[in-house]
């Protein structure tokens, strides 16, 4: 049986409470030898109040571990979650990355381009498989559409709620999976610190559109194009974390790791740049990596 880990600053947050469910859940329905069988928080609960480490375990039947160095030893896969802040991953990530063993690193990867660097350093020097993504890149709607159609898209749309920090990943995941890496610059507005609009140029004529808007008011929503026709891809999370979760089962038990390291870090090259564009506005910021 594979025995998976999971590794975070505390684990009583959103992704960490509902990620057993869904292991569990894709375990069960494609038949996987796996379990999570411990996990280990940095910090015993959240700042704010809430479940401790033991509490959270025990609600879960996962064993606690009792430090980082316990957990990594005693599983065969580790998760690193500490999703709602990509500047704790690299201390969440030390021990895990020099493991040799599958790591699966929550959205964002890392706060910036050279954090996510030395990231991946760390795993290469220690020969530790390792790859991130945000769960909307597993849309069925984008998974279906990439499978019929092998041709680039010429133009994405998207749309979706929240700061640049902690969600522009869920938005610029899709861009890059659809119409693949290399996106050459990116020019910003921005109005206040929630609404950002960016265009990123690809420099053969293909372009993508961002815009980020605090919620209700912008939910998820991607949009192709071949520069004459067009179609709407939908975000419903009853299908991407599961999605998501199949792949995590598939990188830890075959192998298969299904988001390149050069995209992840376009992806946090972009971000970058972005946080330029929207003090610069209206000017183009080369992404460099």
């Known amino acids: 049986m594979l025995k998976i880990g999971f590794a975070d600053y ?66 065969d896969a580790i998760l690193v979650i500490a999703a709602d802040n990509a500047a704790w991953h690299e201390e969440v990530c030390q021990l895990p990355l020099r493991s040799g063993k599958p790591v699966f690193v929550d959205k964002t990867f890392a706060p910036d381009l050279k954090t996510g660097q030395r990231l991946f350093a760390l795993a290469g020097e220690h020969h530790t498989p390792v790859f991130s ?81 605090p919620q209700p008011w912008a939910e998820f929503n991607f949009m192709v194009s071949d520069g004459e026709t067009g179609q709407r891809l939908v975000s419903d999370d009853r299908d991407f974390y599961h999605n998501l979760t199949k792949a995590i089962l598939d990188f830890f038990v075959y192998g298969v790791c299904p988001v390149p390291k050069e995209e992840t870090l376009e992806i946090l090259a972009v971000i970058d740049a972005a946080r330029q564009a929207r003090v610069r506005q209206d000017t183009w910021f080369d992404i460099r990596l």
Not at 28 to 34: E, I, N, Q, T
Not at 180 to 208: C, E, H, N, W
């Open 10 to 75: 505390y684990l009583n947050n959103w992704h960490a409470d509902h990620y057993p469910g869904f292991l569990r859940d894709v375990i069960a329905r494609f038949g996987y030898d796996a379990r999570v069988t411990h996990a280990f928080g940095i910090h015993d609960a959240p700042p704010a109040g809430g479940l401790t480490t033991e509490q959270w375990c025990f609600q879960r039947n996962i064993t606690p571990a009792e430090s980082m160095e316990q957990l990594v030893q005693e599983v």
């Open 133 to 213: 993504s945000s769960a909307q890149r597993f849309c069925q709607s984008i998974l279906d559409y990439r499978a019929a159609h092998p041709e680039r898209p010429r133009f994405v749309s998207t749309v979706g709620p929240h700061s640049l920090d902690q969600y522009a990943v869920h938005q610029l995941e899709p861009i890059v999976a659809l119409m693949g890496p290399g996106i050459r610059r990116v020019k910003g507005f921005g109005v206040g610190s929630m609404v950002t609009q960016l265009i990123l140029d690809y420099g053969d004529g293909r372009l993508a559109s961002f815009v980020q808007s």
